[in-house]
């Protein structure tokens, strides 16, 4: 509604009472502190057509109004005391002991909104100028801007949140890589710092650094404990910087229906010698002697439980019962997306990946029957179909009409099965874990997207 409103088309905004404080604050962030809202007591979503035309009859004069009077600024009222800024350079705690002023720093964190409200390593100025000097960078450097609050990301702004995170010195170059990973536009950061859904981060990690700094790509390698801590911190890190960074704060831009447990922390590193086939950075284009971190944000996680088959036909369609979950945003998704040139363009810019991080068990099974990757893939999409009818019990009819004009023959045919993703590419596989045949299918909200990481000293 900004966009519209900086191209001179006066717009109002619905949004729901519980959604009023977060939208006069995008519209301050987005540069449109005077754009008009119009607030009802409850979200339009799962709401009956009748009820709808209720809510919006008896609130229309607000719609009226913001189109008819003079604009006020939309000011955030005096409740918006989640987060508070200070502009201090040095921030100092004291009591009796040391002690007793780490509780002070905990305390005064967490009510200021800065913690993810586990305890925080204290930044102090030594610990931060370790971090920075490990990335062989200056303090100063701008890695990016970060959303949804536009926040000025300086190596020494994400060294601190490392540091808070637990991170250690040796993590920095995979930290920055993660932060420059994020800011490529097909993630769309913004909007998954700011959606009622579930998204969070998954850190997948591919090359010798990996073994060299300690990441666990075996056993609980998505932790927790002291064998995963490596892991932990460098996951916890990106969510320390999306909220002290890009300003990506809960009940303030961050809306998550209920949340998960992944927004914590996400991680792994590549189980490389339990991996039948290429390196995933290989598989990525990258170098054998390379290392990359990549990003994917899916919606939600499904355990892949099966210790029976070694048979890949069997064990493929155990895989595909998990990608039949038609209750993920993702799946089906291309029934109301365009075709052409504006294909993919929707909130995500591109086509969305199911991350699978494949324990050694399965992939060897499949590894010793003789299927490549690429077949994987390609048997997984075969398998991952569904009736029509089915697929679009939570799909809006418009948005299926407008796109695909050409297939409204389904309604005639609703049993007719339906591939649920456009391609075998729409599967992204990483081997890591230990033994026992228990894989992780995630289901996408984005691109898997790769970022080098960069080691002082090292071209």
Same mark, same amino acid.
């Given at each position: 509604?900004?966009?519209?409103?900086?191209?001179?088309?006066?717009?109002?905004s619905?949004?729901?009472?519980?959604?009023?404080?977060?939208?006069?604050w995008?519209?301050?962030?987005?540069g449109?502190?005077?754009?008009?809202?119009?607030?009802?007591?409850?979200?339009?979503?799962?709401?009956d057509?009748?009820?709808i035309?209720?809510?919006v009859?008896?609130?229309m004069?607000?719609v009226?109004?913001?189109?008819?009077?003079?604009r006020e600024i939309l000011?955030?009222?005096?409740?918006?005391?989640?987060v508070?800024?200070?502009?201090e350079?040095?921030?100092?705690?004291s009591?009796?002991?040391?002690?007793?002023c780490?509780?002070?720093?905990q305390?005064?964190?967490?009510?200021n909104?800065?913690?993810?409200?586990m305890p925080?390593?204290?930044?102090?100025?030594?610990?931060?100028?370790?971090?920075v000097?490990?990335?062989?960078?200056?303090a100063?450097?701008v890695?990016g801007?970060?959303?949804?609050?536009?926040?000025?990301?300086?190596?020494e702004?994400?060294?601190?949140?490392a540091?808070?995170?637990g991170?250690k010195?040796?993590a920095?170059p995979?930290?920055?890589a993660?932060?420059?990973?994020v800011?490529?536009?097909?993630l769309?950061?913004?909007t998954?710092?700011?959606?009622?859904?579930?998204?969070?981060?998954?850190?997948?990690?591919?090359?010798?650094y990996?073994?060299?700094?300690?990441?666990?790509?075996?056993?609980?390698a998505?932790?927790?404990g002291s064998?995963?801590?490596?892991?932990?911190s460098?996951?916890?890190?990106?969510?320390?910087?999306?909220?002290?960074?890009g300003?990506?704060?809960?009940?303030?831009?961050d809306?998550?229906?209920?949340?998960?447990?992944m927004?914590?922390?996400?991680?792994v590193?590549?189980?490389?010698?339990?991996?039948?086939?290429?390196?995933?950075?290989?598989s990525k284009?990258?170098?054998?002697?390379?290392?990359?971190?990549?990003?994917n944000?899916?919606?939600?996680?499904?355990?892949?439980?099966?210790?029976?088959?070694?048979?890949?036909?069997?064990?493929?369609?155990?895989?595909?019962?998990a990608?039949?979950?038609?209750?993920?945003?993702q799946?089906?998704?291309?029934?109301?997306?365009?075709?052409g040139?504006?294909?993919g363009h929707?909130i995500y810019?591109?086509?969305?990946?199911?991350?699978?991080l494949?324990?050694?068990?399965?992939?060897?099974a499949?590894?010793r029957?003789?299927w490549?990757?690429?077949?994987?893939?390609? %048997? +997984?999409?075969?398998?991952?179909r569904? &009736?029509f009818d /089915? !697929?679009? *019990?939570?799909?809006?009819? $418009? @948005? =299926?009409?407008?796109?695909?004009? %050409? +297939?409204?023959?389904?309604?005639?045919n &609703?049993?007719? /099965? !339906?591939s *649920?993703?456009?391609s075998? $590419? @729409? =599967?992204?596989?990483?081997?890591?874990g230990?033994d026992?045949?228990?894989?992780?299918?995630?289901?996408g909200?984005? *691109?898997?997207?790769?970022?080098?990481?960069k080691?002082p000293?090292?071209?």
């Amino acid at each position: 509604m900004s966009l519209f409103e900086k191209a001179g088309i006066p717009s109002v905004s619905w949004t729901a009472n519980r959604f009023a404080e977060d939208a006069r604050w995008s519209a301050n962030t987005f540069g449109c502190p005077e754009m008009p809202i119009a607030v009802v007591g409850e979200p339009f979503t799962n709401q009956d057509p009748g009820r709808i035309h209720d809510m919006v009859d008896a609130n229309m004069q607000q719609v009226i109004n913001a189109l008819t009077q003079q604009r006020e600024i939309l000011t955030l009222p005096p409740s918006f005391d989640h987060v508070v800024r200070s502009s201090e350079a040095h921030l100092n705690y004291s009591g009796k002991d040391l002690l007793d002023c780490f509780d002070a720093m905990q305390t005064e964190f967490i009510k200021n909104g800065w913690s993810d409200g586990m305890p925080l390593v204290p930044p102090t100025p030594e610990k931060v100028a370790a971090m920075v000097a490990a990335s062989g960078r200056k303090a100063d450097e701008v890695v990016g801007i970060y959303a949804p609050g536009f926040g000025v990301g300086t190596v020494e702004k994400i060294a601190a949140n490392a540091v808070m995170a637990g991170c250690k010195p040796a993590a920095m170059p995979v930290v920055l890589a993660v932060a420059e990973c994020v800011l490529q536009r097909l993630l769309s950061l913004r909007t998954f710092a700011m959606s009622t859904g579930p998204q969070a981060p998954v850190i997948t990690v591919s090359g010798p650094y990996a073994k060299e700094i300690g990441m666990n790509n075996g056993i609980c390698a998505l932790g927790p404990g002291s064998i995963s801590q490596v892991n932990v911190s460098i996951g916890r890190t990106l969510r320390l910087m999306m909220m002290n960074v890009g300003h990506s704060y809960p009940a303030v831009s961050d809306m998550d229906t209920i949340g998960t447990s992944m927004k914590f922390s996400a991680c792994v590193a590549e189980n490389e010698e339990r991996n039948p086939w290429e390196p995933y950075r290989v598989s990525k284009g990258y170098s054998k002697d390379a290392t990359i971190v990549t990003v994917n944000v899916p919606y939600g996680v499904c355990e892949l439980f099966d210790f029976q088959n070694h048979d890949p036909n069997k064990l493929i369609k155990v895989f595909g019962s998990a990608a039949r979950n038609l209750a993920q945003v993702q799946v089906a998704n291309w029934l109301i997306n365009t075709r052409g040139p504006n294909a993919g363009h929707g909130i995500y810019y591109g086509e969305a990946q199911n991350l699978i991080l494949m324990c050694p068990d399965h992939a060897q099974a499949f590894g010793r029957a003789g299927w490549s990757l690429r077949k994987v893939k390609e %048997e +997984l999409f075969k398998v991952a179909r569904a &009736p029509f009818d /089915e !697929v679009m *019990l939570n799909k809006p009819v $418009e @948005s =299926f009409i407008v796109a695909h004009p %050409e +297939l409204q023959w389904l309604w005639d045919n &609703p049993r007719t /099965e !339906v591939s *649920l993703y456009p391609s075998p $590419e @729409s =599967f992204d596989i990483f081997v890591v874990g230990g033994d026992a045949g228990r894989s992780l299918y995630h289901y996408g909200g984005t *691109l898997s997207l790769s970022t080098p990481v960069k080691l002082p000293g090292k071209k």
